[in-house]
């Protein structure tokens, strides 16, 4: 049987189609057009190219050296000049204009956003109760923020354990200094985290005042025989000592 | 049109669209060169975050950076990275409230409560894009607008981002919003314009105890490395298997 001649034709031509529409995708074109490859490119550059307005605290080293130095020396050393000073890109690129310059705070609002006590704050993080705590000074006027101890070191532990101060002063224990149970080693005072003070390891130490044969009056409400109660225990792991007549 | 002129238009048509799409192809060449006179190879790092939980003071100053860095609406409803406050009580009850939507004053006039003999534990624990590896965000956006940078960070086209939600609803850490002035959904870019330039991100620019920790994961020496080694890390919803980037040490097994 004869094939037509349109057929033919047609044939051809749809060959000729599919031959071209098969080169262009697979020779021509390059595989981005097919891929999200290019737009992402495109957004990945436009992402790194957005300005920022904090500078780093490196930008700020070479013109402050002075406050960067005492700062490096402190116990602010950790934290960033454009945390407290704000950012500084502005005013690392046009030094002479005023309007960038970044604010000193000097009221005790803004250290109280960081030094402010409150419960969730971690353990040994520097907190002061504002209304106890030198209540009509400012902060920098005994403490220089860039390098924040006091020339002389606290005398007292509520200095930096203010929260458990507050609780002992709520307690029957409100009268006992807190090296009546802990040693403390000097060390402490000036590297708190590495010289650790001491926790009492043994029943005695509450012994002295709660055994029913110890002559100390303001312990005379709560005497215990010490041979039968809670033998195997030392006492502060059932009893919380700064707070003896809280919830077990 | 007879049946030749109709041949002949469609076999010229080709031609056409094929110089059209070279230009289009050329147009694409430009934006991929353009990366190229960057000197910095996304392909040797693979960013993450480390936070430290017991670190955290709740001041609130990485979000407010973040705030300012990154335009965020100034609205205490819109955040790229946020912080919460976790309360456990000795009956079991967890709560948790977002800080960073209070006002500074607020939270100032809330310090020095008594202490809640009720209160088991409480910490704060800071909150941001994942940046997971394997992030759901981008599996479900139907524009292929979000997309994973070879550095391993979760950007968001906003000129092809066509504000569906889709992945505001996918996030499992509630990392995104819809940015009200763009239309387009926003997030965390580990302050990727910052980043690529060798500085950190503003969060971990401010934090003032070092609670939050920036690096690369792909370097053999680097401080969220040695974060990772030498402390317990956990994620957050693990069980997702989206695999994140952020990192916590001393994480509370209430932490969700």
């Known amino acids: 049987m004869k094939v037509p001649e349109q057929l033919t034709r047609l044939g051809a031509v749809i060959a000729v189609i599919v031959a071209v529409v098969l080169l262009l995708r697979f020779v021509v074109l390059p595989e981005s057009m097919f891929s999200a490859q290019p737009h992402q490119a495109a957004t990945v550059v436009r992402e790194a190219a957005r300005p920022g307005r904090y500078a780093g605290m490196d930008a700020c080293r070479d013109c402050h050296s002075d406050e960067y130095g005492t700062k490096l020396a402190g116990a602010h050393r950790g934290i960033g000049c454009e945390n407290c000073h704000g950012p500084a890109a502005a005013h690392v690129a046009n030094k002479d204009d005023e309007t960038v310059t970044p604010p000193k705070h000097r009221e005790r609002e803004f250290c109280l956003g960081c030094h402010g006590f409150v419960a969730s704050r971690p353990d040994g993080f520097p907190q002061v109760v504002a209304q106890e705590h030198n209540v009509r000074k400012r902060c920098v006027a005994c403490h220089d923020a860039h390098d924040p101890v006091p020339d002389e070191p606290p005398k007292s532990c509520d200095g930096c354990h203010g929260r458990i101060a507050r609780i002992k002063a709520l307690s029957a224990h409100s009268q006992l200094a807190c090296t009546e149970c802990h040693q403390v080693a000097e060390q402490h005072l000036l590297k708190p985290r590495t010289a650790l003070p001491t926790k009492p390891d043994a029943r005695e130490a509450c012994a002295g005042c709660h055994d029913p044969a110890s002559t100390e009056p303001a312990a005379a409400r709560s005497r215990v025989d010490f041979s039968s109660h809670g033998r195997t225990y030392v006492c502060w792991q059932c009893h919380y000592a700064h707070l003896p007549e809280g919830p077990k | ?256």
């Open chain 2, 1 to 256: 049109m007879n049946k030749r002129e109709f041949l002949k238009d469609v076999i010229l048509f080709f031609p056409a669209a094929g110089v059209m799409q070279a230009l289009a192809c050329q147009a694409a060449g430009e934006e991929m060169s353009a990366s190229a006179t960057v000197p910095y190879d996304p392909s040797q790092h693979w960013y993450g975050m480390g936070v430290d939980v017991d670190k955290c003071i709740g001041c609130n100053r990485c979000v407010e950076a973040c705030k300012a860095e990154n335009g965020v609406p100034d609205e205490p409803y819109y955040f790229r990275t946020w912080i919460e406050r976790y309360t456990i009580h000795a009956d079991g009850e967890v709560n948790v409230e977002c800080i960073s939507t209070k006002t500074p004053e607020q939270r100032l006039a809330e310090q020095n409560q008594p202490i809640d003999p009720g209160v088991l534990r409480t910490f704060f624990v800071p909150k941001l894009c994942n940046q997971c590896a394997n992030p759901p965000c981008v599996q479900v956006c139907p524009v292929g607008a979000t997309f994973q940078t070879r550095d391993g960070v979760v950007l968001v086209d906003e000129k092809r981002c066509i504000g569906c939600r889709y992945c505001i609803q996918a996030c499992p850490y509630g990392a995104r919003y819809l940015n009200p002035h763009t239309r387009t959904a926003d997030k965390c870019t580990f302050c990727y314009h910052r980043v690529t330039k060798g500085l950190q991100p503003a969060c971990v620019e401010v934090c003032p105890t070092e609670a939050r920790i920036f690096g690369d994961l792909k370097a053999r020496a680097d401080r969220l490395v040695r974060f990772e080694r030498e402390n317990e890390i956990g994620v957050l919803k693990p069980d997702l298997n989206t695999e994140p980037k952020v990192l916590y040490a001393k994480l509370d097994g209430e932490v969700r």
